[in-house]
């Protein structure tokens, strides 16, 4: 599975945005410029994460965007489903018709591996991805 091109730029839009945190607020331009997307696309994904309630827009002489609620509260999932609906990896699960349906031994299985991919994403907060990242852990200093 890989995220969208969309769904990326969303993460690193809202992880931008909450490196205002405390500054006031910035506009749609300003978290272009600062992250390097094109404008009409961080436009794009401010009016899909504002809708979504991740980002709030202040209108007025100090008005701009500002997180819609604490980074500490807002999750990789939230972003993610945000631009892209529901976390789902097969179309199985939003009752799309397949036609393997009928003797299909994993359908029942799918909403399972789907709210572990889900849970693992919402245990990633905006707060955790704006800290520096951890080390990973290479295979001689933890061999299987």
């Not at 701009?64 to 980074?71: D, F, V």
């Not at 631009?83 to 199985?92: D, M, N, Y």
């Not at 849970?119 to 001689?140: K, N």
């Amino acid at each position: 599975m890989r995220l969208s091109n969309l769904a990326d730029y969303a993460v690193i839009t809202m992880c931008q945005a909450a490196a205002h945190c405390g500054d006031g607020r910035v506009s749609a331009a300003e978290l272009a410029s600062e992250t390097g997307l094109p404008v009409p696309t961080v436009q794009k994904l401010v009016s899909r994460l504002t809708a979504a309630g991740l980002l709030r827009s202040v209108r007025g002489a100090h008005g701009g965007l500002q997180l819609g609620r604490p980074a500490a509260a807002i999750t990789v999932a939230d972003i993610v489903e945000a631009v892209e609906g529901p976390i789902a990896l097969t179309a199985c699960v939003d009752h799309t018709p397949c036609d393997f349906e009928a003797g299909c031994s994993m359908k029942p299985h799918w909403p399972i591996i789907n709210n572990a991919l889900r849970g693992a994403l919402a245990g990633i907060t905006l707060a955790q991805l704006r800290a520096p990242a951890p080390r990973p852990i290479t295979f001689e200093e933890h061999p299987a």
